[in-house]
């Protein structure tokens, strides 16, 4: 079975520190890899993201041209695909050409991901972010391996 993760977990107190941990997290991914950020609204998924995005020169900034869930990052050779599936209908999911940006060999963040049933993938990373007390949130990151 090919089912184990690696896993981390993480406390922070701030969303800045939530985007700093996003930040060091960003150093871990590679070509091809996918993100499945998971947690309640508000609980930081955005906000982990923006650390990515800066660790990756938050720069390039487009707003793609086929839907509006995705925001598309260029960095030196490499894209970054921020998807937030929270307003898509679950059927839906695969009419938007969603593998276009997955199987890209670029890096996609997803939030909502559990809408993407079926996008299992060798270099899946969970995210997944509980609200633990008012400024504090629990980040588990797993690896599939
Ligand atoms: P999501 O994308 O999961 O809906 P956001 O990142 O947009 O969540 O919003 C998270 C909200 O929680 C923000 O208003 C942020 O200020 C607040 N917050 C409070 N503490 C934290 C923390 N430790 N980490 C991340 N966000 C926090
Ligand atoms: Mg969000």
Redesign the pocket.
Known sequence: GTNTFKEKVFF????Q???DLGEKFAAELKSGDIVF?K????????????GVVKAFGNKGFARSSSFMLVNEYNADGIKLFHI?LYRLKLSSVWDIGIEEYLYSGNISLI?WADRLVGAENDNRWNVE?ENTA????KIKIEKKK
């Open positions: 922070t107190k701030t969303p520190k939530t985007s950020l947690g309640d609204l508000g609980s930081g998924k955005t906000t982990f993201t923006q937030d939030e972010i008012d400024t504090e949130r």
